[in-house]
């Protein structure tokens, strides 16, 4: 009788979970319209005080992202004052949705990695995940390991899609 072999083992083919990357840690975010005299106005000096009284430890190695959920205008300088409260305690403050910090966080990843690993390698970039990927970290892939990878696919190893070859 014949031994069963794993092709995709003997392929050469590295396999490459783009979810892997994914920063652990709890996300907050920071709902601004809290922070509003009935909910439209910015009052300088009540914002600061309210910035002032926040308890920034609630905060202490979280990613947060600050965002407005009303139409209300909100001067730049009061992101700046709130982000400058927080930057010394969480690990990452963004502007936006919880999905846009999520797509800074995977941009930071991909562009912070060191993928040398993965040099001259036949890469299968993992398609399916129990991780919901922003679509930017798969383009923010392809721009770091094109230029050192000798092939790059997408999918799963019985059926995948080719991107290119080097």
């Known amino acids: 009788m014949d031994e069963i072999k794993n092709k995709v083992a003997a392929s050469g083919l590295v396999n490459f979970d783009l979810s892997s990357l994914m920063p652990k840690g709890r996300r907050l975010g920071i709902d601004l319209k809290d922070f509003l005299f009935e909910g439209l106005i910015l009052r300088e000096k009540d914002f600061r ?14 990613y947060v992202h600050i965002y407005c959920s009303t139409d209300a205008i ?84 019985c059926s995948n899609v080719p991107i290119f070859k080097n």
């Open 49 to 62: 005080e309210q910035v002032a009284n926040l308890p920034a430890e609630d905060y202490r190695d979280a």
């Open 74 to 157: 909100v001067p730049l300088w009061a992101y700046f004052l709130l982000s400058a409260k927080l930057t010394p305690v969480a690990k990452k403050v963004a502007y936006g949705s919880r999905q846009e910090l999520e797509m800074v966080l995977m941009h930071d990843a991909v562009a912070g990695n060191d993928f040398d690993e993965l040099r001259g390698k036949r890469v299968l970039v993992k398609g399916c995940s129990e991780v919901e990927m922003p679509v930017n970290a798969y383009v923010d892939l392809v721009s770091k390991l094109q230029p050192i990878v000798k092939s790059l696919m997408f999918g799963e190893a």
